[in-house]
């Protein structure tokens, strides 16, 4: 006889971790407030967000820049989501940890990490260019999703620890549809691990629109399945972003586990600098959404307050200037270090295995370095 019992000692969540049907918004396209602006962030605050979101957008552009300069081999832009990109990661604690996907240069710009250090990856000089431990930022991760796996991890650790740490992770949408991220999602709720991941909805996987990755009303509502709370956020307003991030971590330092945020935004450049997207998307799709920019809303929201004038925005935008400037010295025609220096930072203590690949590696470059003298 098929048992009628209850699978579950208590009934599972279900719809306390629904979304809400519409994203939450807090600054509309045309910078009046639709909901409180987050009794934490002083005027002061605002003004960063706003520097934050302006120094991307010109370090992204002038990386844009070097790609097609040939400094760089390929380059993956922030266009758009410099909302998405700075709220969350300006919700971190000093002592929290962030970890990126490959398309975080503004969320690691909050953290202190130069924008060199992101370049290098893509120039292909280093495969990461800043100390994880010093800033409290993984390394940037360009196979799909790994990241969430060893950010779930990092928070499980820290857990196990009792450490006050909070973790932040960004992903794709298209990343939801990896196996990484669905074990990430179910490790993460069943261990009540302190994570917030950050799906950042640009609407494409490359070329692949958002309806070719889920049936799903929305990617937040897939937090059910996993017994972990949805929240839905327009991705292009920075303060909820940062609303939603805030709270989420707050959860988690409490001990009660991960939050699934699904940022709304659109990716206003291609998936890389490799990429046409006039193959896939036509120009009044991007034009509707120009509308949304969401450093236009900030700012009109500063200036009515009286935070931002012409003088204050120039001043912001030469600081951006410079940034950029700094990122175009780091980078031109910067030498890439010894091979072998790869396993200076491989582990700890390196194991007798990977001493015996470091001598043979040396041994190879001798004996390429000696054919090429007598060539
Ligand atoms: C495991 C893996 N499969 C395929 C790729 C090739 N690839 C690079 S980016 C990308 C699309 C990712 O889309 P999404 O997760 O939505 O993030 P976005 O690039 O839009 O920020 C793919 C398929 C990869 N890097 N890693």
């Known amino acids: 006889m098929v048992s009628r019992q209850p699978r579950y000692d208590s009934p599972p969540h279900g719809l306390d971790l629904l979304p ?7 600054l509309a396209p045309d910078g009046t407030l ?3 602006v987050p009794a ?16 991307t957008r010109r370090v992204d552009r002038e990386a844009v820049n070097l790609q097609r300069q040939g400094q760089l081999g390929a380059y993956p ?7 998405a990109q700075v709220g969350p990661a300006y919700a971190l604690a000093e002592q929290d940890w962030l970890f990126p996907a490959y398309r975080e240069l503004g969320a690691m710009l909050v953290r202190g990490v130069p924008a060199s250090a992101v370049a290098h990856l893509f120039r292909g000089t280093w495969h990461s260019a800043h100390d994880p431990a010093e800033h409290r930022v993984g390394l940037l991760c360009l196979p799909i999703a790994t990241q969430t796996l060893h950010a779930t991890g990092y928070a499980m650790g820290a857990a196990l620890d009792n450490a006050p740490t909070a973790v932040l992770t960004y992903l794709g949408d298209g990343a939801t549809s990896e196996g990484d991220a669905h074990e990430a999602f179910n490790f993460a709720s069943v261990f009540d691990a302190p994570i917030v991941f950050v799906i950042q909805n640009n609407q494409f996987a490359i070329s ?18 996993y017994g972990i709370p949805g929240v839905l956020v327009d991705g292009n307003d920075v303060l909820a972003c940062y609303a939603a991030t805030s709270r989420a971590l707050a ?3 409490a001990g009660d586990g991960p939050t699934i945020i699904e940022a709304v935004t659109y990716r206003m450049d291609g998936h890389s600098t490799a990429d046409d997207p006039t193959r896939y998307r036509t120009a009044g799709s991007v034009e509707a959404w120009r509308g949304r920019d969401p450093i236009e809303r900030l700012s009109r929201l500063l200036r009515a307050r009286g935070l931002l004038d012409d003088a204050v ?8 200037a410079g940034a950029a400037q700094a990122l175009r010295d780091d980078i031109w025609d910067a030498a890439a270090p010894a091979p072998e220096e790869m396993f200076d930072h491989v582990s700890g203590t390196l194991t007798p295995a990977q001493r015996r690949q470091r001598e043979q590696l040396r041994a190879e470059l001798a004996a390429g370095s000696d054919a090429a003298a007598g060539a």
């Open 34 to 36: 639709s909901g409180p």
């Open 313 to 320: 925005a120039a001043q912001i935008d030469d600081a951006a």
């Open 20 to 26: 809400t049907a519409d994203p939450l918004q807090l």
């Open 208 to 225: 692949v629109p958002l309806r070719r990755q889920t049936r799903a009303h929305s990617l937040a509502h897939r937090g059910v399945g």
């Open 251 to 253: 959860r988690a330092r």
């Open 77 to 83: 832009p922030n266009l758009g989501q410099e909302a």
């Open 40 to 55: 934490d962030l002083k005027d002061d605050d605002l003004l960063a967000l706003y520097r934050s979101m302006v120094t």
